[in-house]
Every structure is written in C-alpha cells, then in structure tokens.
C-alpha cells in the first residue's frame, strides 16, 4: 500500500525552483533515498512529503500520519535534555494509544508506550529495532554526535505509530562504518512496516533502497561574448 504518492511535485519561490518535477512514491515496508547535491532541495521535499512544507505544483497523496527524525534547523533535539529524558517526554506528550487506532499503530510502538513508566529508553529503543544503537540514555542533547542526533530522532520517530518516517542528512558527518550501520537501521524501520524516506548525498552499496535523485545541475549556459565598450568622441583641446 502506497504511503506517499506525488505527481509533478514542486516548489517555487520568487527566487526560483526549489525542487520540481517530482514523481515519488513510498509504500508500507518500503525505504526511499533521495539523493542529490547540497542546495537540490532534498530538506524542503522531505518537509514537504511529511507535511511540515508547503508546494506550489503537482499533487501529493498521503496516507496516515507522518513524523519527522532528525532535521536540521527543524527538528533537533533540546541541548539542556538527556537522550532518555527525550524519549520520557515524548511518551507523555502522545499518552496511550486510543483505542481505535491501535490496529493502525504498530505493535512496537504501542508497547513501548504502554513501557514508559518500567524503562521508557529501553522500550522505545527496543520497539524501533535499535537496541545495537550507539546512544546513550543519559548523555545531553548538546552533545550527541551526527549520528546519535539521527539515532534519537529515528527513535522518537518512532513513537507516535507513524505510517511514515522521513529522516535528513542520514550521511552527514559520519564515517564509512556508521553509513553502513545508520542504513541498516533504516532497513530495519522499513522492515517493521513504515513507510521510511530519508536524504542523503549518496546511498551506500547493498543498501535496499529505491533511490530518487533530485536536483542535477543542467550543463552551465555558455557565457555571452563581451560587448564592446562604445566609442568615446574624441577630446577637443580647449
């Protein structure tokens, strides 16, 4: 079943095309990249796909609610609290799983919120399938690395029982073994039925993923020959 679906997809703005021409689609189980350079406006998609962006062309279809991992300037974790204090606070903010949406929340999900109270950290951790995660319960906000602040917010994501989960800059600041091991996380979110759509500059080999690029820079115009300067009238001696 096909999460988000989007047809023409665009964004422009007085200064011209954020992104444009976007056919996309993320369906349950499924992991998205897309990939592209910096200023190809991979944040303003994602933002937009989630909910959080508006577009001004083409047409996007969602299903279920979304929620958002790590986005920079957008979504970041509060320096002042603790990685579990994150997850406590996240828990209380949603309360317990109504009734009537628990077929549509996952089972992780509604464990872990029903867990708060025992263990909130290891419950949320377990419930996103990140229990080999490199994150530490009391370790601040402030000082998480690139990959721990991915980490918490895919964690957190995770949370509310989304149908879909978008991450930015999965690759940013990490080394070649913490890629490898941030998409295998992915994979593993995907596996447990999300929709899960995340941006990077490049995706890592063996990676299952259906990757969209955006934003290739089109060959440069050719500059314009100089105008000569116009003739000056000659000086008349006084």
């Given amino acids: 079943m096909n999460i988000v679906d ?6 422009r703005t007085r200064r011209g095309w954020v992104y ?23 944040t303003s998609l994602l933002l937009t796909l989630a909910g959080r962006f508006p577009h001004s062309h083409g047409e996007l279809r969602r299903r279920g609610p979304a929620a958002l991992g790590q986005v920079a300037g957008v979504h970041e974790p509060d320096p002042t609290l603790t990685v579990a204090e994150h997850i406590t606070e996240r828990l209380l903010l949603l309360g317990p799983v109504p009734r009537r949406r628990r077929r549509l929340v996952p089972v992780a999900a509604v464990r872990a919120r029903r867990a708060y109270r025992r263990d909130a ?6 419930g996103a399938g990140l229990t080999d995660a490199p994150l530490d319960p009391d370790r601040y906000g402030r000082d998480l690395t690139p990959v721990e602040r991915q980490v918490l917010g895919l964690v957190l994501a995770s949370l509310g029982g989304p ?3 978008v991450a930015d800059d999965v690759d940013a600041g990490a080394d070649r073994p913490e890629r490898e091991w941030m ?4 994979e593993r979110l995907a596996d447990q039925g999300y929709a899960v759509v995340a941006s990077a500059r490049a995706v890592e080999p063996g990676v299952a993923a259906t990757v969209h690029r955006i934003g290739d820079p089109a060959a440069p115009a050719p500059a314009l020959p100089a105008e000569p300067a116009p003739d000056r009238p000659a000086e008349v001696p006084a």
Avoid: C, F, H, Q
């Fill in 20 to 42: 444009r021409d976007v056919d996309l689609t993320a369906a349950s189980g499924e992991l998205v990249a897309v990939t592209g350079p910096p200023g190809s406006g991979r």
């Fill in 183 to 186: 998409w295998g996380a992915l």
């Fill in 121 to 126: 950290y290891a419950a949320a951790v377990a």
């Fill in 163 to 165: 149908s879909l989960i």
């Fill in 6 to 11: 989007t047809s023409g997809l665009g964004l």
